[in-house]
């Protein structure tokens, strides 16, 4: 297998993810569920994201004590003059606003974050395949809480999901007849 | 005010990149020196350019880089591309029944993942880096980020025994 990998593998891991992220493999699960080989390695990476998570949540960062800070050079606090405390405070907040800046974004209950997503970054409003087949989106099958859309054939035969994914690109799964 | 806020920057991570470093490592101890290494360079960086804008995938790269470093310094580069564990106490794993398998184990079946598959594990699914930011610490395209986590997982799975059978 080449360093590109198979592509099919990315694209179901990615939207295994994105399933995950949002609380609804059940539902993504449930479009798939006509395709076997499909559904196969989806189960496969729902489960691998599950003890992800598990192995995420139980090594949490590790905690900074005073020793550490000193033995990096950062403990020993620049020393500030005592008649301006208000350049202390002004540190600390600087502080205190990168570290919310730096980690607001990742805020995140399971371990991957739903990524700046392109603001182009958008779901289709009709999918049209290589060989000029297109597929409108589907009324019937609708996820409620996924960044996904369902496309078909007009006769029904081919079916497609489009997702925005965990890395903010747009995945889609093809299902042909 | 460059120091400042490279100091600040590395202060709010310090928590991540010590974990990242420990994982990276496989030891605390061993870690712990990595983070002190990576914390130098990066305060000396931000003592020679103050204006200079840093993100947290530069942080993580400067951990994984002197990670790299200190091996070759050792002259033992060609062991950073070896799994950290290997051997009989991972044939043990395979016995070890899924439904058994503790936090410890499930760590040791990522350690004896290659570094190439590895690291994408640990900087995505662990530390929560998006595709864009992993390519950017380990200076490779997000598409090859992106096949090696599939690729990091399927390989996770096998290891861990996740078999799915649909009837």
Not at chain 1, 75 to 85: L, S, T
Not at chain 2, 93 to 96: I, K, N
């Given at each position: 297998m080449s360093e590109q990998g198979e592509p099919r593998d990315e694209i179901v891991s990615l939207v295994a993810a994105c399933a995950v992220d949002h609380d609804e493999p059940a539902a993504v699960r449930a479009l798939l569920r006509p395709e076997a080989d499909l559904l196969q390695l989806y189960d496969r990476f729902i489960q691998v994201e599950g003890v992800m998570r598990r192995a995420s949540a139980e090594a949490p960062p590790a905690e900074i004590d005073a020793a550490l800070l000193a033995r990096l050079g950062l403990?020993?606090?620049?020393?500030?003059?005592?008649?301006?405390?208000w350049l202390v405070a002004a540190s600390l907040a600087a502080a205190a606003v990168i570290a919310l800046g730096l980690w607001q974004p990742w805020a995140r209950p399971a371990a991957y974050r739903l990524a700046g997503a392109p603001v182009e970054t958008t779901l289709p409003d009709a999918l049209t395949l290589a060989d000029g087949e297109q597929l409108l989106p589907s009324a019937g099958v609708k996820p409620e809480h996924l960044p996904c859309r369902i496309f078909a054939a007009t006769n029904g035969t081919t079916l497609a999901i489009s997702c925005i994914a965990s890395d903010g690109t747009r995945q889609t799964i093809l299902m042909e007849p | 005010m460059g120091e400042t806020l490279v100091t600040a920057v590395v202060t709010a991570l310090l928590p991540a990149l010590r974990r990242f470093a420990r994982k990276l490592t496989g030891s605390a101890g061993d870690g712990d020196d990595l983070l002190q290494e990576a914390c130098e360079r990066m305060l000396r960086f931000g003592r020679k350019s103050p204006e200079a804008q840093i993100s947290r995938a530069w942080c993580y790269a400067v951990v994984r880089n002197c990670w790299i470093d200190m091996h070759r310094k050792r002259g033992r580069e060609r062991d950073y591309r070896h799994p950290l564990a290997d051997g009989s106490e991972i044939e043990q794993?395979?016995?070890?029944p899924r439904t058994e398998l503790q936090s410890s184990d499930i760590w040791r079946h990522i350690d004896r993942l290659p570094p190439l598959h590895r690291d994408p594990i640990l900087l995505c699914?662990?530390?929560?880096?998006s595709t864009e930011e992993a390519a950017s610490v380990l200076d490779i395209p997000a598409g090859t980020v992106r096949s090696r986590l599939a690729r990091a997982k399927l390989a996770l799975a096998d290891a861990i025994g996740i078999e799915v059978s649909h009837v």
């Open positions: 403990g020993r606090a620049a020393p500030v003059p005592r008649a301006r405390p | 794993l395979y016995a070890t699914c662990i530390e929560g880096l």
